[in-house]
């Protein structure tokens, strides 16, 4: 049944580049109507950053050492966002409806049925007062499904009420796709190689900073083709789509020889050159390619994006989309459609057998039992 007004809902994210957490307000029904509002990010403590980024790379399994307290930290982290966003808009918890609660990702293994965002649903829930809608990817993994990319039909809501079509490229620590065709059954994503990461990580060890900020670095350097083709020959480019890839599935080893700058614009093209090379799995060749995440702000990918792909490439906010934003958007918007039991993935978006609803709903315990008196 269709709610009588959209429902008040905010999302969270944090994605692989594990800079901090983004906190988008939406008002959205799950369906067509997707009305954004204001969205804060709140970055993480260089400290906090630091521990988290060393677990994740140590890829334990869940309830090992240390993990009990990350998450209560990180879940921490998130209430605090929240009423951050609350605070800019002057509204209190009370007026919300929802919160999508993405989690961080610590690993993803589709192929073993299993994946891992860390974060406590139920912890939020008790903070906030507030439903929370959280592991949005468990269900379509343990059922044969990839997990991810979750965001495709959230991206065709928007397309829809803009008008196009359009292919949808987010760059984050990973870089996805979305083509969108005329209904979310035509819906096609998958992670098209790296985005951020691997940039991140090649100059976070050789230069002690967080990123290449606007590709500077990258800039000064010389693109090696020959390294380039050399990476794209890894086993996941000849993988059928939908597919999807763990935050650590490639190295950067076979670089070392190379300086700073060269590997950085080596680095950069191999980003831009997966997604040419991903473009063989739309089902038609996009006219135009839209950029979200933080990829979008590094001028030189978005060069080697028009020039590896031979296709136009541009912002998302140049359809008046928050490029900042359109991740924890699209976690509120998936929360709605968990809470109303609607699919959060397809066929053509995770390989699951049919479309697929997901997540799970953590309700505080003041609401529990004033429903049960």
């Known amino acids: 049944m269709t709610p009588s007004r ?72 998130h209430a605090s966002a929240v009423y951050h966003l609350l605070r800019v808009m002057g509204r209190p918890a009370a007026t919300l409806d929802l919160v999508g609660f993405h989690g961080q990702t610590i690993w993803h293994r589709p192929a073993q049925r299993r994946t891992w965002q860390m974060g406590d649903g139920a912890r939020l829930a008790e903070s906030l007062d507030v439903p929370v809608a959280f592991d949005f990817r468990s269900a379509d993994v343990a059922a044969g499904g990839q997990g991810a990319p979750l965001l495709p039909i959230y991206h065709a809501a928007l397309a829809q009420r803009a008008g196009l079509p359009a292919a949808i490229l987010n760059v984050g620590g990973v870089a996805n796709i979305t083509c969108i065709g005329s209904a979310p059954e035509d819906l096609v994503g998958f992670d098209t190689g790296p985005g951020n990461g691997l940039i991140d990580d090649w100059v976070r060890a050789r230069l002690g900073v967080s990123m290449d900020e606007g590709g500077a670095i990258a800039a000064r350097g010389k693109v090696h083709q020959d390294l380039v083709d050399d990476m794209l020959r890894h086993d996941y480019f000849a993988k059928a789509a939908p597919k999807s890839l763990d935050r650590f599935a490639f190295s950067a080893d076979r670089l070392s020889h190379l300086s700073n700058e060269d590997g950085a614009a080596t680095l950069t ?100 039992t004033a429903k049960s008196a």
């Open 6 to 77: 959209p429902s008040r809902v905010i999302g969270l994210m944090s994605g692989t580049s594990m800079d901090g957490i983004d906190a988008a307000y939406l008002e959205t029904d799950g369906e067509g109507v997707a009305i954004p509002g204001p969205a804060v990010t709140l970055p993480y403590a260089p400290g906090f950053r630091a521990r988290l980024g060393a677990f994740v790379e140590r890829a334990p399994e869940p309830g090992s050492s240390g993990a009990a307290d990350l998450e209560a930290e990180l879940t921490g982290l």
């Open 269 to 368: 093209a191999f980003t831009a050159a997966s997604v040419a090379k991903g473009l063989a799995h739309c089902p038609t060749c996009p006219k135009k390619i839209f950029v979200a995440g933080g990829g979008r702000r590094n001028p030189v990918l978005m060069k080697l994006l028009a020039q590896y792909t031979g296709v136009p490439v541009a912002s998302v906010d140049e359809l008046g989309w928050d490029g900042d934003a359109l991740e924890a958007q699209g976690f509120a918007y998936l929360a709605v459609r968990a809470l109303r039991g609607l699919p959060l993935t397809f066929p053509g978006t995770t390989g699951i057998a049919k479309p697929m609803s997901g997540g799970r709903i953590a309700t505080p315990l003041k609401t529990l």
